[in-house]
């Protein structure tokens, strides 16, 4: 009996060791990193839905995404009827849109970007940051937490420079996964402007995959907004007239 | 006694010139300010009433909360019913449901990319129908600058400055981009037709007027409308009759649900209340000072006219005429000063006030940014009061004025008079 609660105390001794040990081993900035890269692939092709739950009911919509890099890529709704056709160009800090129903090319400039897209809880401003957090914040290590059971770190993230949405963030990153399970986001005068809670995740290629996601503009009556992602291909070759102002038109 | 009194008067004009003057002088600037006032507060009312509120305005209980912002998204759905009932229960009243957006009025190059660009303000209203309220409420065919209203769907009107702004000319397309009700964007072409003048600074400057249903398609806001508005027929707010549309329709709604409909009176809506109950006691106030400033002012005639008649009045003590008789025929004569001078005054101040009435000043150089719903040409209202307000403080301030420094009569010494007289 003895010797059997020394292996039990041996044993939590142990999990303690390599549990603080891993805090120890990672950095904010080498966290935020792997998050990045977990994130991060050369290309992407997704299908996902959006279930916008505002006051008056809720409404789905749906969408093919290409993405190319850091800061390439195109959208095409696909539901519901007003939307189809509908589609969205960004090309590094520019951002296009096009409507069949005008036939027209908007450039989605200055304050609109600020608006909603879709009638969701996310802004254009939102889709045009570059996918690389580490790019764009400084991150510290601020503490622990437990999240559906899974272990997490804290990390507050301020930004590296003034042209930035969110003057600072705080994340919850699974210490195992390196994916973020739940986001707050900042103004700089510290007001919580919106929140992100990660629902489901699923091991796609290799890599953690939020499945599920619940997006809330704080300032927004309403549910918030969830994200389904449908399906993911990773480092698909993607032609390069897909990101041409011409292909909006297509 | 009275034809003795205004002969005196008559005869000896150093005695009623200067305070007939002055009486005549502060009736009339009394006239012409409650009638420029009461002309700032017609248009006020005129001007949010047709442009903003309606005499009677009803909106959702979500919208009205944040009406301010305009939020598409909590309008009222099923308006057609609603009017139809509207029309049914108060048919003195004309309905008409508006819808205002805001967004940005894009105007392409021959490649249809954008050219030039500009945030818009617009309003939604029914151009469309043959016998639609609204030409005759917004004056829209006698605001037309340049161009011709609009005849059929996809056509809008433009402030003539904002068309100048955008450097376009009747018949370009332009495309607004706003928000449907359910926030998605929304790019809908329209063809400017005309440009126009509201004569709303805060409207010229970036408007777009539209017929509401191509607004209802473009915003997806299909038997949608922000707000129903209501208007007398005579164009002139009555409050106590709006108060009770008001309560009766408000009675008939009364579910707690956030977008059932919700009435409330042009006073109520936008802060009017404050701002009529402000205007209201500045009439009060303007009234008040006019009697105070005369009153000294016809006070210290009255010394004065004392000090020059102090032979006359002790000559008339000396004789045996008894000082309340002598204080009498004073305040007679200062009342019938006081009916002479507020006759004249208000004969000029509501000239002065209809003058202004007809040619009005045009402050639009004070207008450039203000976001008020107010017209640039400010006219003086000339109404009933205006012929007889100017009668309380003409006839109040010299009453008291020859009270005050009539007085001095009884300080008089009868032994004294004849050291006094220096006879």
């Known amino acids: 009996m003895r010797r059997l609660i020394l292996l039990i105390v041996i044993a939590v001794g142990m999990s303690l060791i390599t549990i603080s040990g891993i805090t120890q081993t990672f950095s904010g900035e080498e966290i935020l990193k792997k998050v990045d890269d977990n994130q991060y692939s050369e290309s992407k092709i997704a299908v996902s839905r959006m279930i916008i739950h505002g006051r008056r009911g809720s409404r789905t919509i749906e969408a093919k995404t290409w993405i190319q890099g850091a800061d390439t890529s195109f959208t095409e709704y696909l539901a519901p009827a007003r939307e189809e056709g509908t589609k969205m160009l960004k090309l590094g800090d520019k951002l296009w849109m096009y409507s069949p129903s005008t036939d027209r090319t908007i450039m989605i400039s200055g304050h609109m970007l600020r608006q909603s897209v879709m009638g969701s809880d996310l802004s254009y401003e939102d889709m045009m940051e570059d996918h690389r957090l580490e790019n764009l914040y400084d991150a510290k290590v601020s503490g622990q937490d437990t999240l559906d059971g899974r272990p997490c770190w804290i990390l507050d993230l301020t930004a590296k420079k003034e042209d930035v949405a969110y003057y600072s963030r705080k994340i919850w990153v699974d210490q195992?996964?390196?994916?973020?399970?739940?986001?707050?986001?900042?103004a700089k005068s510290g007001k919580l402007l919106k929140t992100t809670q990660i629902r489901d995740v699923e091991k796609m290629d290799n890599r953690w995959v939020a499945k599920s996601v619940l997006f809330k503009d704080v300032l927004k009556q309403g549910e918030g907004t969830e994200f389904i992602l449908d399906s993911i291909q990773f480092d698909v070759p993607i032609p390069d007239y897909m990101f041409s102002k011409a292909a909006l038109r297509k | 006694m009275i034809k003795f009194l205004l002969k005196g008067l008559w005869r000896d004009r150093s005695r009623s010139l200067f305070p007939l003057l002055t009486v005549?002088?502060?009736?009339?600037?009394?006239?012409?300010?409650?009638?420029?006032?009461?002309?700032?507060?017609?248009?006020?009312?005129?001007?949010?009433?047709?442009?903003?509120t309606g005499h009677l305005n009803i909106m959702s209980r979500a919208y009205a909360n944040e009406a301010d912002q305009v939020p598409n998204d909590l309008a009222m759905i099923g308006i057609d019913t609603l009017?139809?009932?509207?029309?049914?229960?108060?048919?003195?009243?004309?309905?008409?449901p508006r819808i205002k957006f805001g967004g940005l009025l894009d105007i392409p190059d021959k490649n249809g990319e954008t050219?030039?660009?500009?945030?818009?303000?617009?309003?939604?209203?029914?151009?469309?129908?043959?016998?639609?309220?609204?030409?005759?409420?917004?004056?829209?065919?006698?605001?037309?600058?340049?161009?011709?209203?609009?005849?059929?769907?996809g056509e809008i009107l433009i402030g003539d400055e904002f068309a100048r702004k955008l450097d376009v000319q009747p018949g370009a397309i332009a495309t607004l981009i706003t928000s449907t009700m359910y926030g998605s964007m929304s790019m809908t072409n329209f063809t400017i037709v005309g440009t126009v003048r509201f004569g709303v600074a805060a409207m010229d400057r970036g408007a777009m007027l539209a017929d509401i249903s191509d607004i209802q398609n473009a915003l997806d806001m299909q038997d949608a409308a922000g707000e129903i508005l209501g208007f007398f027929p005579d164009d002139i707010y009555h409050d106590k009759l709006a108060e009770k549309i008001t309560a009766?329709?408000?009675?008939?709604?009364?579910?707690?649900?956030?977008?059932?409909?919700?009435?409330?009176?042009?006073?109520?809506?936008?802060?009017?209340?404050?701002?009529?109950?402000?205007?209201?006691?500045?009439?009060?106030?303007?009234?008040?000072?006019?009697v105070v400033i005369l009153s000294i002012v016809l006070w210290n005639a009255g010394l004065m006219g004392s000090l020059r008649r102090y032979g006359e009045i002790g000559v008339r003590?000396?004789?045996?005429?008894?000082?309340?008789?002598?204080?009498?025929?004073?305040?007679?004569?200062?009342?019938?000063?006081?009916?002479?001078?507020?006759?004249?005054?208000?004969?000029?101040?509501?000239?002065?006030s209809y003058y202004l009435q007809i040619?009005?000043?045009?402050?639009?150089?004070?207008?450039?940014?203000?976001?008020?719903?107010?017209?640039?040409?400010?006219?003086?209202?000339?109404?009933?009061?205006?012929?007889?307000?100017?009668?309380?403080?003409?006839?109040?301030?010299?009453?008291?004025?020859?009270?005050?420094?009539?007085?001095?009569i009884y300080r008089r010494q009868t032994s004294q008079l004849f050291k006094e007289l220096e006879v």
């Open chain 2, 248 to 290: 009766s329709f408000n009675a008939r709604h009364a579910s707690g649900d956030q977008f059932s409909p919700e009435m409330a009176t042009l006073r109520a809506r936008s802060g009017m209340a404050d701002y009529l109950n402000m205007i209201g006691s500045y009439a009060g106030i303007i009234l008040t000072v006019f």
């Open chain 2, 317 to 352: 003590l000396a004789v045996g005429e008894d000082k309340g008789h002598i204080y009498k025929s004073m305040l007679i004569e200062a009342v019938m000063i006081g009916i002479i001078g507020s006759i004249l005054g208000t004969v000029l101040g509501v000239a002065v």
């Open chain 2, 359 to 408: 040619k009005g000043v045009d402050i639009s150089f004070i207008m450039k940014n203000t976001t008020m719903m107010i017209s640039n040409v400010i006219r003086a209202q000339v109404t009933p009061p205006s012929f007889f307000i100017g009668f309380i403080p003409g006839l109040l301030a010299t009453f008291l004025g020859s009270a005050i420094s009539g007085i001095g």
């Open chain 2, 83 to 96: 009017l139809t009932k509207l029309r049914a229960n108060y048919p003195e009243i004309i309905w008409t």
């Open chain 2, 115 to 153: 050219r030039v660009q500009g945030p818009v303000s617009g309003l939604a209203v029914d151009l469309l129908t043959p016998d639609s309220p609204e030409w005759k409420i917004l004056n829209i065919r006698k605001s037309i600058v340049r161009g011709r209203v609009p005849e059929k769907s």
């Open chain 1, 176 to 186: 195992e996964r390196f994916i973020m399970l739940k986001e707050n986001r900042y």
């Open chain 2, 24 to 52: 005549a002088i502060g009736v009339m600037l009394c006239v012409f300010l409650y009638s420029w006032m009461n002309g700032v507060e017609s248009e006020f009312i005129r001007s949010t009433a047709h442009f903003a």
